[in-house]
């Protein structure tokens, strides 16, 4: 029997995937499905890659198969169908063995598995991997957590079938435990934000501007030519192209969307990091209002439908474009800058400008924006992306156009929520004096909790209320 270099588990779309690209990297793999005949089926259908594939019936047939020390992918749901994997590939690894979870986990229940691992073996690592069944089959972007030397172990399979940015692969060691799932939640995350920042802009097309679906589609292609040129923008404009006979594809989809979660984690997490991430939170709440369609119809039947045609000339698609670029530029901020905190609370250091270049190829995020953020991270790690020069010249210029967009939308009963809290995000972070002196004299008046004074040294201080407490 041939001793294959590194193992899977879980042949899905992605796991399936995933393995045949390792095979095509030239790689022989051991794979194991818990239904044989998937296996089988999987192997059959491995065309020139055939030699490649061990296929095995059993677990232990499975680690028989591979090369010591062991390397094994896990490619799994989620959850506890990882931690029952584990337990069961336990025995019959050896202490040097390595286990990785290249599914889409919650970086908690990857840090306590990381420990787990150090108590009673083998090795772990979490590994992020992006880019749908497509990048899994042909590159996907790889995002690394666990011992740097376990990572460096398998970095040579690792980055060979990662997706390259001229040639420069894309799989990275973001930290230790959890932090290469961590990032790619921050990922997907964007990843709702991008989404939902391109379907407001959509819906200000489709309701305001009386656009059809194509052209809207070739709004995107144009798009996609210049500085928003991203795989969303692009496959926006190939959705908005497609038809269903006669009608676009798009007009007979149901507009109530799904979500597997990740998106949620990530705005708990900064949440519990008191890292402000409004516009990940709004694409997060778009797609939780999004399904619940039938209040959303009674709503529309008692109060009318919100959406009005704009007046001619209300709003130009340059200025959409504009918008676009401004939120995108803000969301990003906001991921990076939730990073940071993550980085500073977990005792990490996470990468910022090596986490850039991990998401320019292979993943859903990609965009040639990346390259750039890229850039302005590393010649100002710490003025994060808003106060990055090259950031702040494509703000001044694109803000006028993401205000326009967002005040026509308001006027006109067009809901932006990611764009808008992307704005008002942007105006707060350049506002000197806030509102927060209201804030603490309510704090105090009701609590005496104390604030500090412009005029006055001290702390815990109290206003002339005293006899309201
Ligand atoms: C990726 C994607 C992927 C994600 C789903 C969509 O990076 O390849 O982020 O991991 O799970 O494609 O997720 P939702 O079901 O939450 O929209």
């Known amino acids: 029997m041939t001793t294959a270099h590194i193992g899977l588990i879980g042949l899905g779309t992605m796991g399936a995937s995933l393995a045949l690209n390792i095979a095509e990297k030239g790689f022989d793999i051991a794979v194991w499905n818990r239904t044989t005949s998937v296996t089988q089926g999987f192997k059959a259908q491995a065309g020139d890659l055939f030699p490649r594939i061990v296929a095995t019936e059993t677990l232990a047939d499975l680690v028989a198969a591979i090369e010591k020390p062991r390397a094994i992918i896990l490619m799994v749901p989620a959850g506890p169908a990882v931690d029952q994997q584990i337990e069961a590939l336990r025995p019959l690894l050896d202490p040097d063995?390595?286990?990785?979870?290249?599914?889409?986990?919650?970086?908690?229940?990857?840090?306590?598995?990381?420990?787990?691992?150090k108590v009673k073996g083998p090795r772990f690592l979490g590994m992020g991997v992006s880019g749908g069944e497509e990048g899994a089959r042909h590159g996907p972007s790889i995002m690394g957590g666990g011992e740097k030397a376990d990572w460096d172990r398998v970095a040579p399979v690792l980055e060979a079938i990662s997706?390259?940015?001229?040639?420069?692969?894309?799989?990275?060691?973001?930290?230790?435990?959890?932090?290469?799932h961590f990032v790619k939640a921050v990922h997907n995350g964007i990843e709702y934000a991008d989404m939902q920042m391109i379907a407001e802009i959509y819906g200000v097309m489709r309701d305001g501007?009386?656009?059809?679906?194509?052209?809207?589609?070739?709004?995107?292609?144009?798009?996609?030519?210049g500085p928003l040129q991203s795989y969303l923008i692009e496959i926006s404009a190939a959705v908005s192209k497609a038809t269903d006979g006669a009608r676009p594809m798009l007009d007979v989809i149901l507009d109530k969307a799904g979500q597997k979660g990740t998106g949620r984690w990530t705005v708990i997490e900064a949440q519990n990091l008191a890292a402000p991430i409004?516009?990940?939170?709004?694409?997060?709440?778009?797609?939780?209002?999004?399904?619940?369609?039938?209040?959303r119809r009674e709503g529309e039947a008692m109060f009318g439908a919100a959406p009005q045609p704009l007046a001619k000339d209300a709003l130009s698609i340059a200025a959409l474009e504009q918008a676009m670029i401004a939120g995108k530029i803000l969301c990003y901020a906001q991921g990076f800058a939730l990073i940071v905190a993550a980085s500073h609370e977990f005792g990490w250091d996470l990468p910022l400008p090596a986490i850039a270049r991990v998401w320019r190829e292979g993943c859903i995020i990609r965009s040639t924006m990346l390259n750039d953020m890229a850039t302005a991270l590393e010649q100002h790690p710490e003025r994060g992306l808003m106060l990055a020069p090259f950031f702040a010249d494509h703000?001044?210029?694109?803000?006028?156009?993401?205000?326009?967009?967002?005040?026509?939308?308001?006027?006109?009963?067009?809901?932006?929520?990611?764009?808008s809290a992307g704005?008002?995000?942007?105006?707060?972070?350049?506002?000197?004096?806030?509102?927060?002196?209201?804030?603490?004299?309510?704090?105090?008046?009701?609590?005496?909790?104390?604030f500090e004074r412009l005029d006055l040294p001290g702390t815990g201080l109290h206003g002339p209320w005293g006899g309201h407490m």
Not at 283 to 291: C, D, I, P, Q
Not at 395 to 410: D, E, F, I, M, S
Not at 426 to 431: E, H, I, L, N, P
Request: with cysteine; hydrophobic share 50%.
């Open 423 to 450: 704005l008002a995000w942007f105006d707060m972070m350049r506002t000197g004096r806030s509102t927060a002196n209201m804030i603490q004299a309510q704090r105090d008046f009701f609590g005496a909790h104390g």
């Open 395 to 419: 703000l001044r210029a694109a803000v006028p156009g993401l205000r326009a967009t967002v005040a026509t939308g308001v006027a006109n009963g067009l809901a932006l929520p990611a764009l």
């Open 209 to 225: 501007m009386a656009m059809k679906a194509a052209e809207i589609g070739a709004v995107f292609d144009q798009w996609n030519a």
């Open 278 to 295: 409004p516009v990940i939170e709004a694409a997060v709440m778009a797609r939780n209002v999004s399904a619940r369609l039938d209040e």
């Open 97 to 117: 063995d390595l286990i990785i979870d290249a599914g889409n986990a919650n970086f908690h229940d990857t840090n306590r598995r990381a420990e787990e691992a």
């Open 163 to 180: 997706a390259k940015y001229q040639g420069i692969p894309c799989a990275t060691w973001m930290g230790q435990g959890g932090a290469g």
